[in-house]
């Protein structure tokens, strides 16, 4: 099975801080990674599709990128709304594997 | 896209449920379909995988043997046969489409006695 290993699992930071979170892949996944938002009581959000692809309806403020099995969420500028925790998830391979999460708490 | 769970609720250790997803406002039978569901104050987990015709399934190795995905395609509906329920099953579970652009709201099962 592959593994996501995400990194941090809780960070806390400021509105308008630049935030990156990193999922590491155990084992080559391709582009097939995706980028979920979930806030408290809340269904999970895609954010970001095939490592990079940009959900329509997301801010610009989101993006993702992949440097070989690691693959990053950024926020530019982090907004109130953003509070939330981000998970990963690898769909290259069976059994899918989500990252264990990132809950981005107000500093 | 809609997509709308039902029949989760309070089961026994060792007991059965099935869940279904109602899905509408898109082609289902074109889609592939997942189950994933989160324990309460953890992290998300992905369950079951359905291909668009049903005829290429795969399972997390927590529920393999005791979970069944099946789909419906004339009646747009997915389901999730839940067996030999264990107090560790007890989460939300959510149907998600392909690539996990839209979940349903989520249906709760608690294992419990």
């Known amino acids: 099975d592959i593994q996501m290993t995400q990194s941090p699992s809780v960070m806390s930071a400021s509105v308008g801080d630049r935030v990156t979170i990193t999922c590491r892949a155990s084992r080559g996944i391709n582009n097939y990674l995706v980028w979920f938002q979930q806030k408290p009581g809340k269904v999970p959000k895609r954010l970001i599709y095939e490592s990079s692809n940009l959900q329509s309806g997301v801010p610009s403020r989101f993006s993702g990128s992949r440097s070989g099995t690691e693959f990053t969420l950024t926020i530019s500028s982090l907004q109130p709304e953003d509070f939330a925790t981000y998970y990963c998830?690898?769909?290259?391979?069976?059994?899918?594997?989500f990252g264990g999460g990132t809950k981005v708490e107000i500093k | 896209v809609q997509l709308v769970e039902s029949g989760g609720g309070l089961v026994q250790p060792g007991g059965s449920l099935r869940l279904s997803c109602a899905a509408s406002r898109f082609t289902f039978s074109s889609f592939e379909m997942n189950w994933v569901r989160q324990a309460p104050g953890k992290g998300l987990e992905w369950v079951a995988y359905i291909s668009s015709r049903g005829d290429t399934i795969y399972y997390a190795d927590s529920v393999k043997g005791r979970f069944t995905i099946s789909r419906d395609n004339a009646k747009n509906s997915l389901f999730l046969q839940m067996n030999s329920l264990r107090a560790e099953d007890t989460a939300v579970y959510y149907c998600?489409?392909?690539?996990?652009?839209?979940w349903g709201q989520g249906t709760l099962v608690i294992v419990s006695s």
């Open positions: 998830l690898q769909h290259n391979s069976y059994p899918f594997t």
């Open positions: 998600a489409r392909e690539g996990g652009d839209s």
